[in-house]
Structures are given as C-alpha cells and as structure tokens.
C-alpha cells in the first residue's frame, strides 16, 4: 500500500531471514567486529586487485546468507545490489558466480537501503519467495576511484571520512523468522551546491533530512515511534548538519537515538577522520550490529536511512556540484507492530 507520495507500507510482512557480513581488517578492529561473519586478515583477499577483492567479498556475503537461510542459490529468485565502482562491475561480474536473476542498482552509498525496499516490494506484492538485496565497498578500491589512490600517500583534510571495507547482504522472504520490513520512503534528488568530494557529510545531510521529514509525514507517525533512527554514513560533520536541519522542520529527535552507522562501526582510536562511509557500510552495520541488537530485544523499531552522493569523478573534473539522495527503510521485531 503506498501512503502520501513516497512511501510504502508492506502490508504482508516481508521478513528478513538471513544475512552475510564480512568485512576487512580494519574494519575488524573495530568497534562491532564480533557481528560480521567473517573478518579478512588481508585487503586483498587473495586476488590481484582491489576491485576483484570487493568482487570476493560480496559473493561471500550472499553465500553466507542463502547458506544461513538453509536455501539454495536456486530458490533465490531475485538479486538486487549494487557498489561504488565503475559500472558497478564487482556486483556485475558476481552475479555470474551467484547465477541468480539479478537487477543491478546505484544509489552510491544508499544502494544498501535502496535494494532492501524493493526486495521488500517484491516479496510483498507476490511477485517474489526470496529475494536476495546487499551491496560492498572497498577501501582502497573506491579511494583510488573518487580521490586519490592510497599509494599516493595525499593528505586529507577533517571533513573526509574513511571508506568502510565491508560487504552486507540480506534474504528478504514472505516465509521464515525474522525482523519485519514494514515500510520503506524513497529518496528524492537533493542538491545543495556542495562540491567538495572531501565533505560528503555536509553535502549529504540534507537528502537525509528530507527523507525522514517524508517518512514521518507519509506515515503519520513521530520520531519517537521508533527506538533508534540510523543514517549510513553521514559522519560526524554531517550527523550534526542533520540534527540541525530537523529542528529547523520541527523534528525533535534526541542525540544519542539518531546515531550514525558511520561511526558505530569503528573504536574512537582508529584514524578515520569524520566517519566511516561507503555502500558496505550501512550494509554491514545494518545487516550484522544492528539486527543483532534487536534480535537481542534492545531495538524493536528503528528506520535505517542511507544517504548516497552521486557524483563521478567525469562530474567532479566537469566542476559540477554533488547531487545526493536518501533512502529510508523501517525494520521492526516481531510482534512490534501497532
């Protein structure tokens, strides 16, 4: 059922019934390393480069997950994902290995909660068992694309953030266990006039902000409706642009509940200037630290909003500014629903 202009509300409770998370070294010293799956000593991954390694670690990530579900790759019936790369060819050239009917999706680093909601479409209008949705990001290999390659040893100033090494994917079904999936806002295209590649917080936070400010008008509901609202990666800089902007919209939400996957993921000693970003970010987070969270019964309701800055590097040395976009997705224990 859609409500108000962008929003919809799943009405026949598609469930998430398995997920995979794996991730890199750095991000294994982190904060929530004991959630992933599986946790690589090596950025390489055993392959000769960087973008063949996020290759590996996304089909990890859905093997993990058809493998947790008890399925096989055969009863998938859908693959929606996605990633930061060039004609987002690590996603591409995995789905030969996973041989599941796949839709290839870019939102950047919203891709996580883009796939989620229209996995969740699918299952709950029947069109659709089980469908797989998830995306990856690597460090280095996304550095060398939007900034400079790591070898370079370039300076970077505060407002950067870190690009998360990480792959997340989930299996979205009409059968099973699970936490519900109960609605989802789509973003809009929001561009503020930003052009910095090294501050996508700032250039962020407003995507975000609208899309929340729909979600709760469209659903009729307060920010209080929900335990914890989590943007993907938003950063110090940007959390902060956000918090502001939704008092500006009469959206009272407090601090410590509007949190950031971003900088969840990493321990305060780990050099990541303004926070962690990247597609694999708020998969990863979301798909292992956070589902695990309210398996556990601290979170029954939260609303997962993944930002994305959808820029090349052809715009950027075109001098264009960064158009950016947000998608928002609730996730609800069993049984929470009012």
Known sequence: MRLGHRTWLFENKPKIIATGTICGPFEGKGKIANDFDTIHGDLWLGQDSYEKAQRVMFEEACTKAVEKAGLTKEEIDFLLAGDLINQITPTSFASRTLSTPYIGLFGACSTSMEGLALASLIVDSGHGKNVLAGTASHNTATEKQFRYPTEYGGQKPPTAQWTVTAAGAAIVSCEGE?????????????????????????????????????????????????????????????????????????????????????????????????????????????????????????????????????????????????????????????????
């Open 178 to 338: 699970g936490p519900i999936v109960t609605s989802a806002t789509l973003g809009k295209v929001i561009d503020m006039g930003m052009s910095d590649p090294f501050n996508m917080g700032g250039a962020m936070a407003p995507a975000a902000v609208d899309t929340i400010t729909a979600h709760l008008k469209d659903r009729n509901i307060d920010s209080s409706y929900y335990d914890y609202i989590f943007t993907g990666d938003l950063g110090t800089i940007g959390r902060e642009i956000a918090l502001d902007l939704l008092k500006k919209h009469s959206i009272s939400i407090e601090k410590e509940k509007f949190q950031d996957c971003g900088l969840l993921i990493y321990k305060e000693d780990q050099p990541i200037f303004a926070g962690g970003s990247g597609a694999g970010c708020s998969a990863g987070v979301t798909y292992g630290h956070l589902l695990n969270r309210m398996k556990n019964g601290e979170i029954k309701r939260m609303l997962i909003v993944a930002t994305g800055a959808l820029l090349s590097p052809l715009s950027f040395q075109q001098k264009e500014t960064i158009p950016c976009i947000a998608h928002a997705v609730s996730i609800e224990a069993g049984g929470a629903q009012s």
